[in-house]
């Protein structure tokens, strides 16, 4: 059995051999296997057919570099298979290696199937194998040969790219060095390109800062893309700031290979006024050959200069060398291949190796040789030895430039000359949704302007046509029918009779730069809760309606509005309800006045009005009652039905005030006037409440400095066990000695202390000034005595502020907790906020006991005296200075008394004047007892005299 009917018996078990290595290979993997075995199975018909076609020696001979000389034969079928192998394995993205690997394994499967056949082996005739070796080699030829004409026109294209682009463009291995740069970066850095090669971006004295090493690090450590900013500075003076993109390329390992850059000027956004001048002019260059002469056996016998500086040798030196001292043994099977050749056709090459040079380098070359006769008929080999490696980089150099094109983040789009697609890269199909297959061929304009109008469109269109080029931003339409915003450039190449050859257009898409540039507009003018202008942008708008009335004669109002008890909303029904609040009181302030009036919130429960152009300010009263009104109506939010108020102050210009900042402070002045006659109500601003105003921030100010003059004291109100008139506690009271202004009543400055944040300060002194007198009087006097301190709610939201260090420093003392109370408002229960009953509840598990103060007063509510460890209830001196044995105020004052005691709770009454009170507070069970009848609040040493003298 011949060769060709064995291949046709036995097709399934060759294809099954040659379909197991075949799906190993990474190019198969996306490929159709039913596809790819018939496609293996018609390869070997066709050479199966051709075997057994009769063909002179001549014919194989050609056959085996691929050639066919004879027309119609089946070899010809076989250069056409290999043709279109060829080009469908380049399509599906194979490497020139899995091509030839692929016909290595259908020879490979052909032969170890037939070798299992003994008989029929021995009886083959050698010249047969032969033949299917060359036909297998025909094929394999041809099919690389268009691989590879395929893969060169590819890498051209993608050169012609990144050479032409206006960007920056280069490449860098990954010690940071330069491999690859173009021409408009060269240009750039005023340099040879060749004189760039080698080295590193931060070389060149132009570009300044550390950003962009730093920036290289993070790539190389990261493996991931990097964006940043670097600049230019040139002799003269003159900045130039670019935008730059690293972008690590990785190899099949996910190992870097190299870096690739681009760098866009973003110091001006126009079009170019120059054209691109020239065109990609690197290309491979050859180097001096060499000449080398080698005996049969493989010894040197001569070689001339060029070979001997290509190895680093001299001519005795490589004389006393064996052909293996300098080629790498690596290269046995492809030695042994070239030398079958050369005694077969008296010549072998040009094939590839590499030679070691004499410092230990290894050089790519390219070779070839021919069997030489001298005059004694004496044989030897005679080599035309090329170094490859120039060429090698360039080649390396293309395919990272075609790497580059596949990874860039920008868009490509390649056009010929009538503006048909003819490529596209990914970032092209990320960015407009649209594929290869969907824009091959067709014309550009339907994919991007078909959306545009004239006045659009023919601008650019005009410059294009006669610059070449065209450059800016433009808002494209994505496949799904979106729009989106480019800066795209547009690029026409020419070929050398100066004809336009293709465009190529590259663009980024800056969508969501844009968006972020409306969206940080829109933040810093307008308030994010309401959608109502902020303070910037009222500013704005109060400046420009102060020049429009000016100019007018006209007058202007501006009214400051602040919502009354809306922190207590916020506080007891959360801020859910507190935004929805402030919502509908936009929408409400928004309906009342006029279009060309501004409302804005300068944030919290505040709102400014501004009401232009008046022509009589009667009509400013009108609106005023008419928010008023507004405002008190039911909000309904959320199943919640809140009622409340707003306090209004009204300043006009140009009378209170003639720049935009003092007609607001005045507004805001006159607001806080309404608030203390009593809220819900609207004030105009006069001159008394700038005194005022002024007054409150000398006070202020002096306030900030109380405490490192050592102006605060404390004074001491004894608290009287009423049943033995014992006195074991006292309250510690602060006082604030003003060096101009004398005595100044806590009344007049804690609140200002608690609206300033200042009281975290005060209280801390007031704390450790209390606890240190404490131990004093603990330690001389009585061990068992107390001192209460009062505590502001404000000091509860700043729970880190100065409380941490409480229990350290009593223990410093040593105090033990009990030794202290803390006195609190029943407002601060209220809040139930987490900061607060932490705080609490730490307080509870040092010891120190809990005083409510000013019982009565406030939101009484008997949950959250379950809720919380209370230790004493102080009832408020309202109800103790009109007490009498049938008022109102004693049977409230016993109801308290017994509540407190189921409760567990000891019960202290403050304000007791007279001998009546007490008596009445004693038969209703009150405990303790505090005020003037028993003693004002006295210093230190006073209250030492009186308890322990």
């Known amino acids: 059995m011949n060769l060709a009917d064995f291949i046709t018996q036995n097709m399934e078990p060759i294809l099954q051999e ?166 408009a970066m060269a240009d750039q850095l005023r340099q040879d390109p060749k004189n760039i090669l080698g080295k590193s971006i931060t070389d060149f004295e132009e570009i300044k ?12 450590q990261e493996k991931n893309e990097i964006r ?153 080999i005679w080599s035309i030895i090329e170094d490859i490696t120039a060429s090698r980089q360039i080649a390396d150099s293309m395919q990272l430039s075609a790497m580059v094109y596949e990874n860039t983040s920008e868009g490509i789009i390649i056009t010929d000359h009538q503006g048909l697609i003819i490529s596209i890269n990914p970032a092209f199909t990320k960015i407009s949704g649209y594929q290869l297959e969907d824009v091959a061929f067709k014309h550009y304009s339907e994919f991007s302007f078909n959306h545009l109008d004239k006045t659009t469109y023919q601008p650019m269109l005009q410059d294009f046509t006669t610059l070449g080029q065209w450059q800016g931003e433009m808002k494209l339409q994505h496949k799904n029918g979106e729009l989106y915003f480019v800066w795209l450039t547009i690029n026409t190449i020419f070929d050398k009779e100066n004809s336009v050859h293709h465009y190529v257009s590259i663009f980024s898409d800056i969508t969501q730069k844009k968006a972020a540039e409306d969206l940080l507009l829109q933040q810093a003018s307008y308030d994010e809760l309401t959608g109502l202008p902020n303070r910037r942008l009222l500013i704005d708008r109060l400046i420009q309606d102060i020049k429009l009335v000016t100019r007018s004669n006209s007058k202007l109002a501006l009214l400051f509005l602040d919502l009354d008890y809306f922190k207590t909303v916020n506080d007891t029904l959360g801020h859910n309800i507190g935004d929805a609040l402030l919502k509908e009181t936009s929408t409400r302030l928004t309906r009342i006045v006029r279009l060309t009036d501004t409302v804005a919130r300068l944030g919290g429960d505040e709102f400014v009005i501004i009401l232009s152009e008046l022509n009589d300010i009667e009509s400013v009263e009108r609106v005023v009652q008419e928010i008023l009104y507004q405002i008190s109506k039911p909000f309904n939010l959320n199943d919640e039905v809140v009622h409340l108020s707003a306090s209004i102050g009204i300043a006009f210009f140009p009378e209170d005030a003639t720049v935009a900042d003092d007609l607001i402070k ?196 008997l949950s959250y005296l379950k809720k919380y460890d209370i230790d004493y209830l102080k009832i408020d001196r309202s109800f103790v200075s009109n007490l009498s044995e049938d008022s109102n105020d004693a049977i409230l004052c016993e109801a308290i008394i017994v509540m407190a005691h189921k409760l567990g709770i000891k019960v202290i009454a403050e304000g007791i004047e007279t001998e009546e009170q007490k008596k009445i507070l004693i038969n209703s069970g009150c405990d303790y007892g505090q005020g003037y009848l028993f003693s004002k609040p006295v210093p230190i040493h006073e209250l030492i005299q009186k308890l322990f003298a």
């Not at 800062?209 to 190389?220: C, P, R, S, T």
């Not at 293996?324 to 046995?332: L, N, V």
Request: no cysteine; hydrophobic share 35%; proline share 3%.
């Open 18 to 183: 040659w379909e197991e290595f075949a799906n190993s290979l990474e190019g198969t993997k996306e490929l159709n296997k039913e596809e790819l075995r018939d496609h293996a199975k018609e390869m070997l018909i066709t050479i199966s057919k051709d075997l057994m076609s009769p063909q002179s020696e001549k014919q194989q001979q050609n056959k085996s570099v691929g050639k066919s000389d004879n027309p119609g034969a089946e070899s010809t079928k076989m250069n056409e298979k290999g043709t279109s192998h060829g080009e469908a394995r380049f399509k599906s993205g194979f490497s020139v290696q899995e091509v030839v690997s692929e016909f290595r394994a259908l020879r490979a499967s052909v032969l170890k199937q037939w070798e299992k056949h003994p008989q029929l082996a021995k009886s083959t005739n050698i010249n047969e194998i032969n033949r299917f070796n060359e036909s297998i080699d025909q094929v394999l030829a041809e099919s690389v040969d268009v691989f590879a004409n395929h893969k060169n026109q590819q890498i051209k294209l993608f050169e012609t790219v990144l050479e032409i682009s206006p960007d920056h463009n280069y490449i860098l291995n990954k010690d940071g060095n330069i491999i690859f740069v173009n021409k």
């Open 209 to 220: 800062g550390n950003e962009w090493d730093l920036a290289f690090k993070k790539v190389i």
């Open 228 to 380: 940043g900013e670097t600049q230019y500075k040139f002799n003269g003076g003159s900045t130039l700031f670019y935008e730059y993109i690293l972008t690590p390329i990785v190899d099949a390992s996910g190992e870097i290979e190299a870096i690739a850059g681009t760098e866009r000027d973003i110091t001006i956004r126009k079009s170019w006024e120059e054209t691109i001048q020239e065109k990609f002019n690197a290309m491979f260059t050859l180097s001096p050959l060499g000449m080398l002469r080698t005996s049969m056996e493989g010894t040197y016998m001569t070689a001339n200069q060029a070979f001997l500086d290509m190895v680093g040798y001299t001519l005795e030196e490589i004389k006393e060398l064996s052909y293996w001292d300098i080629t790498p043994k690596k290269y046995t099977d492809q030695e042994d291949e070239q030398l079958v050749s050369l005694k077969k056709i008296g010549k072998y090459g040009p094939y590839e190796k590499e030679y070691i040079h004499k410092d230990g380098r290894l050089i790519p070359f390219r070779l070839n040789g021919a069997i030489i006769t001298d005059e004694f008929g004496v044989e030897s």
């Open 666 to 861: 005045h507004a805001d002045q006159a607001m806080y006037n309404a608030k203390k006659e009593g809220r819900n109500r609207s004030s105009y601003f006069t001159p008394i409440m700038q005194s005022l105003a002024k007054a409150r921030m000398s006070m202020l100010n002096d306030l900030h400095s109380a405490i490192t003059k050592q102006q605060f004291s404390l004074h001491y109100q004894p608290i009287v066990e009423l049943s033995t008139g014992h006195v074991q506690k006292a309250e510690a009271l602060i006082r604030w000695l003003h060096p101009i202004h004398g005595m100044v009543s806590p009344v007049d400055f804690i609140k200002l202390a608690e609206e300033t944040g200042l009281i975290h300060d005060v209280g801390d002194w007031v704390f450790r000034e209390a606890t240190k007198q404490l131990a004093i009087i603990r330690n001389q006097y009585d061990p068992e005595f107390k001192i209460s301190i009062n505590k502001s709610p404000v000091q509860f939201q700043k729970v880190k502020h100065s409380h941490t260090n409480w229990f350290d420093h009593l223990k410093g003392l040593g105090l033990p907790g009990n030794s202290l109370v803390i006195e609190i408002t029943e407002g601060l229960l209220m809040s139930n906020s987490n900061a607060t009953n932490k705080l609490l509840v730490d307080f509870e598990n040092a010891g120190i006991e809990l005083s409510l103060d000013d019982f009565g007063t406030g939101y009484s509510s």
